[in-house]
Every structure is written in C-alpha cells, then in structure tokens.
C-alpha cells in the first residue's frame, strides 16, 4: 500500500478567542493526511507536533530527500499503520511552516506579524485543532496522539473535548514544566531577544534575522534533548583533529556536532515561533487551569490512555511521564504505561526502538476502531 | 583571633612555557593571606579557586559589604581554622581580577591583551601556583583545596608535585569534563562570541563590552549550579505578578532569578576571562596527559586524600567525585571520600551544611601538622 501523501491549506474562517483574551478573526492551518477517512468516518488519527516540528510528519516531497519528522512511525505496515488508518498532521498557529504564524502577513497591514502574533497557549492549540477537524468534517478522532509537547497537546484533548477521542498517547510529556525546564526556555528566549538583528521581534519586516541567538537556542535545546550517556557514547572526548588547537575553534566532536545542529536549524525555522512554542510550553499546566472542572471533565473521558516514557530522558524524565498516569488513576481511567529502556534522552520519543514501537503497535492494533 | 586579611600582588619576574607552547615572560599574581605562618613554615594552605571565583574567598574589605566567596569555609575557628593554619588564595593568571590575564595590558602594547593572551590549563596554573609558593618561601603546603575547577587544579597538583603537598581536598569535581559538560561550556562560548560587541576578543580596547553574550553565559551557568530540586523549592512554578503576563517579559521567578544573576555578573567579570576558563575545563584530563608517569608520579606522593561530592550535583556528580576515588585507590593512596546529602545542587560546595563542615573539619584537625 502506498502512504497517500496529501499537503492542504484550511482557511478558517471564524475567529477565535485565545486564551490570552485576544481574537484572532480568521487563520490559515497547514496541514498533511496519510491514508483514507473510511467511510464511517471512524479511522482518523490526529498527530500533534513538538516544539520545532511541522505538519510534515510522513513521506517525502518528490523534489526533497529528506523525510517528515516522524516517518519511522507513520506508514503502511508502521504502528501507526496508514493502510488502515487516516493520520492528520497539522502545523500548529504560532508555527513557522505555512500555518498563520509570527513569519506569515497580516492581511490589513500588508507586514509580517512577527511579536504582533499572540501568544497561543496548548489549549488554544487544542481549539484550533478542533476547527480542523470540522472543517475536515470528522467526527471524533480515533487516536490523538503526540510526544513532548505533542503529548501535552494529546492530554489537553483528553480534558478539553474529552468524547471525542477514542484513545490518547501521551509519549516523553508531564503535566507541567519544572524551574529548570523553564530556565533552559528562558536562557534561549533571551539568546534570541538579545540579538541585535532580532529588532524587537520585526526582523522580517526589516530584513534581517537573528541567527546567532536561533542557533543558540538551538544548541543549548539538544543539550536537553540529548542524554549524558548518549553524548558520550556519540562523541565522549572525541577531538576534531589529531590535538587540542589552544584557541577557540572546535576542539571536541561535541563542539562540531552543536554547532552544526545551531547553522542547520536557522535556515528552516523562524525565531519568533522558537520564542511562542517554548512560552506555549512554560504555560502548560492543565491541572491549574481546569481546577475543579478537571473531574467533570474526565468523568466524560472514556478513551483508552497510552502513556510512554524513555529512561534516560531527562527533560521530562519517566517520574514526570508517572504523574501523568497517577493524574489519570485518580480519575479511574483506563491507563497503559510503559517505560522504554533507552539511551536516546528526550529525543528518544523520534528514535527507532523495537520496545518502543511494539508497545505502540500493540496498544494501537488492541484500541484501533477498524 | 582575628582573620589577618591581606591582598597583595606577587610580580614573577621569571618566565612560564604554557602547555600550548607559548611562553609567558612574566606575570602578576594577586593574591590573598590569612592567619599566620608559623616559624618552620608547616602550616601553609593553598586554596585554589572555581570558574567565577578569585582570590578574595574570605573577609570583607573595609569599603565593601560582601565577604570572600568561601568565608562561610575559612576564618577563626571555621574548618579552615585561620587560628592555626595560614591561608594563601590567588587570582589564578587568565583570571580578572589583578593577576595578569586578558583584562590587563600588555606592557609592550599598551594594549589589552584581550584574546592574545594565551589559553591557560589547569597545569599551567599549577605551575604558577609553584612560583608563587617559592615567592612566598613556602616549601610544602599542607593542604592544597579547592572545589569545582579549583577541585581539578588541588588533584593536579597531588601529580605534578607529588612531594610539595602533605594533604589534598578534592570537592565536586571529576578527573575529566563528559560531552555534556562540553557542550555546556561551549554554548556559554558561542553566547559571549556571537556578541556583536565582543569584537574578536578585542573589546576593551574598543571600549566596548560583550555584556549580553556574558549574561547569557552565566544565565546558563547557574543552570547547571543548581539542582532540579533547589530549583523547585526555591522557585517552583510562582509567578512574579499575579498573573500570566501574555508576553515575553518575566513571567516566572525563576526567569526573574536568571535575569538577575546575568546581569549582575557581567559588572565584576570578564568575557575572555570566562572563555579561557571553560576551555580549561574542557582541556583537564591528567590521567590521558600523565599516561604511563601518573604511577611514578603517584607513587612519590604521600598524601592524605579527601574527595567530597554532594548527592544533588548534576555537573560533576557523585558518580564522577568516585573516578578519583577509584584512580586513588588503585595507587593505594589514602582516601576519604564524602557523599553529602544536598539540595543544593553543584553549588553545594559553597554552602554551608553540618555534615560536609564537619567532614571537612575533622579531616583538617586530623590532618594538620600543627
């Protein structure tokens, strides 16, 4: 079978009022289908991207070698199997990849939003994603599922419109970020505000961009994304050259690999996204938000939950995967976790793993309405 | 008894070949004194310091309101007992504050040595270390401490003058930097250099300052300092205002904490220095340097060892502090080792707690030769 690749633009036409109070009148989603809608409208799956993931989750362009982010999984014969399911994967507002965002026009002034767009929350996010799927005119997702801040997007589906999802995967997530995983956040917030060319957020409109601060940012995330362990395994105290240079070139393989990671990023990826997405992400904390509405809420949930964290990940590590599972417990629902033996770090969720993707396989094959 | 604080500078007027070849004619150490060494000279202590430090580590100058950065460590009847023992701390060279380094001119220039000053090791301050220890007509150190980086330089001195030190305390820290630790360190560097205003290094002579580059570089740093948990309870997710602001001013306080630190150090510290200091770091490796001559070497020191780390340390954690205590054993040296129950994260070091006073008390009483 094939994976049926189809790249669509849904102009939504009614507004919407963001978390933050402001209304948005009208927004464009990118998004990507894998597979068919059958005809009882019962096999759609919602993917939901991470920080700097887009709606290309699968396949590849005829004129690109490079596959979308989340190909291993997504396909025919994959755990997410494409020959029985319909996938959608949409770019988030807020994006940079063709949904409206800091890097796309304001129709009434003709420029580019930049620090003009809202900030947009996970439950905004959530909304948005409901309008997609009414405008694609499905009726409940069979699966909603999504790892980091993916995963808080599936979980806030969970609470948010809790019948219409048959089942939730909640992959490398928690319930809310820690101190630290808001300081990393802010160190590379203010990399990219402190640079010069990032001028208050209007770069695009003044033609420049704030390179060095984005790849900052970039740097300092795959120290985060990536684990000790698997960093020494990679690179450990691997030189460049033969011997120590005594300037301040690359000396460590380490050096090379961050750097590289930094130049490749600032070419695919706007600077103001990087600034919303990681905001979007100290924000998250559904428990808070719902307070005493979260029971009602889950009262009404009768998906299947899916929860899955990586042992060697230390951005949000299996004990924060856990209080997702205890949250969902408490609630009496019906809750599969596993913990994969990874050296992978949070990027393990992105990473091949026999463990890994039978577990899903098996959870999706068992939970699966078709 | 009083502490007997004083600051001095010692012009070494001979000159030093730095591991990387490049030689040094002669060179400044600022450094500071307290107690009194006695008659036979016995009871002489080197206290070498971390990153940011300097040679100020205990007291307070008539004209300021802030102690030395380990007071809480050294002073009358304090584990470092200035009542019976004599204290020396230094400015290590390639620091900024008084000893030579690229913040002070080159007298042949007139200029800023700025990034011509060469890239120090560990070493090579050990080396300057001894040329001070001759200046001063000290001819064995009792004990050689220091935590962190000043940790790194108290072990290297146990193997490059295995016979001039009677004792050595190895606090938080480990016999080589991982991937990781690079890694950090090389996003500080590409903060402070990607600074439009750090000028190839060249900024003092351009009246200019990488002060965001720098901010940014500490920002991060004390990341790494503190632990996920001392983050937590001293920060946790308390919002500065009320509110969520909806925009990318400080909305947590722990954001509002990073700021400040930033901010704050870029007054007192300079950005080559804190290049220099990372590169260091990331060049300690004696074991790999030494090679087959670490067991001669070893096999001529009869010291007491100490080696202390603290349970919360992410930077240099327990794990690591245990290589040293493994390398030591192997040369059948006389090891205690600590593992000090902390919140406090790599920091730990500098902070005052019962169990790590008292080991480190103890360990001086027993050891002292007076």
Same mark, same amino acid.
């Given at each position: 079978m094939t994976l049926?690749?189809?790249?669509?633009?849904?102009?939504?036409?009614?507004?919407?009022?963001?978390?933050?109070?402001?209304?948005?009148?009208?927004?464009?989603?990118? /998004?990507?289908?894998?597979?068919?809608?059958?005809?009882?409208?019962?096999?759609?799956?919602?993917?939901?991207?991470?920080?700097?993931?887009?709606?290309?989750?699968?396949?590849?362009?005829?004129?690109?070698?490079?596959?979308?982010?989340w190909d291993n999984m997504i396909g025919p014969g994959k755990p997410i199997d494409t020959d029985s399911l319909y996938v959608v994967c949409l770019n988030n507002i807020g994006g940079c990849h063709g949904s409206t965002g800091p890097n796309t026009k304001d129709k009434k002034t003709g420029k580019y939003f930049g620090m003009n767009f809202p900030i947009v929350t996970v439950s905004d996010w959530v909304n948005t994603q409901k309008s997609l799927m009414d405008y694609l005119r499905i009726p409940k997702w069979n699966f909603v599922i999504g790892g980091s801040l993916g995963g808080m997007q599936a979980m806030q589906w969970a609470f948010q419109f809790p019948t219409l999802i048959d089942n939730c995967i909640i992959i490398a997530a928690a319930p809310k970020l820690t101190a630290q995983n808001i300081a990393f956040n802010e160190v590379a917030r203010q990399a990219i505000m402190k640079d010069p060319n990032w001028c208050g957020g209007d770069y695009l409109n003044q033609n420049?961009?704030?390179?060095?601060?984005?790849?900052?940012?970039?740097?300092?995330?795959?120290?985060?994304?990536?684990?000790?362990?698997?960093?020494?395994?990679?690179?450990?105290?691997?030189?460049?050259?033969?011997?120590?240079?005594?300037?301040?070139?690359?000396?460590?393989?380490?050096?090379?690999?961050?750097? /590289?990671?930094?130049?490749?990023?600032?070419?695919?990826?706007d600077a103001n996204t990087y600034l919303l997405m990681t905001k979007s992400l100290d924000y998250f904390d559904p428990i808070k938000d719902f307070g005493d509405k979260l029971k009602t809420r889950l009262a009404k949930n009768k998906s299947n939950f899916l929860v899955i964290s990586f042992t060697s990940d230390w951005r949000f590590p299996p004990k924060r995967s856990k209080e997702i599972v205890e949250l969902l417990l408490d609630h009496k629902k019906d809750v599969s976790y596993a913990e994969i033996k990874s050296s992978g770090g949070h990027d393990a969720f992105l990473m091949e793993n026999e463990d890994y993707f039978d577990v899903m396989k098996n959870f999706i094959v068992r939970s699966k309405c078709v």
């Open positions: 049926n690749l189809k790249t669509s633009t849904a102009n939504i036409e009614h507004s919407i009022k963001l978390a933050s109070g402001t209304v948005i009148p009208s927004y464009d989603i990118r /998004y990507e289908t894998y597979g068919k809608l059958n005809q009882d409208k019962s096999n759609a799956i919602l993917i939901c991207h991470a920080l700097s993931g887009n709606h290309h989750a699968a396949g590849k362009y005829d004129n690109e070698d490079k596959y979308g982010w420049k961009l704030p390179d060095k601060g984005l790849s900052l940012a970039r740097m300092l995330g795959h120290i985060t994304y990536l684990s000790d362990d698997s960093m020494k395994k990679k690179f450990g105290r691997d030189l460049r050259e033969t011997e120590l240079k005594f300037n301040y070139e690359v000396d460590f393989e380490i050096e090379s690999y961050l750097r /590289y990671q930094g130049e490749k990023f600032v070419s695919n990826f």
